[in-house]
């Protein structure tokens, strides 16, 4: 399994879009910067198909320090979720999308 930097997914983005990598890279930077303004207010961000970006309140939980072993508690706090599209499942999951040839 590979992964794909922020600097390929410029060029990906590029050459599918005719655009400069310079221009792809401040289209991307700037998606970026509005899903996380969003999330920073609180709002969701739903790209139909693609999937959504929400923010969830944690309760404080009980762990514990993996070096030590001690137990600690976690206080509350905010986690960034994502839920998978059914476009995005579908082809993840290698299902022919409705409509085409399979």
Known sequence: MALIAKGEL???VADR???????????IGVLLECISEALTRGDSVRLTGFGTFRVTD???????????GEI??????KRVLFSAGSR??????????AGEPG
């Not at 944690?58 to 030590?68: A, K, N, Y």
């Not at 995005?88 to 999308?97: F, I, K, Q, W």
Request: without cysteine; hydrophobic residues 30%; positive net charge.
């Open 88 to 97: 995005l499942r579908g082809s993840v999951l290698g299902e022919a999308r």
């Open 72 to 77: 600690l508690t976690i206080p509350p706090g």
């Open 58 to 68: 944690t309760s404080e939980r009980r762990g514990h320090d993996p070096r030590t």
């Open 10 to 12: 410029v060029g990906l």
């Open 17 to 27: 879009a005719g655009l400069s990598d310079a221009d792809s890279a401040r289209v």
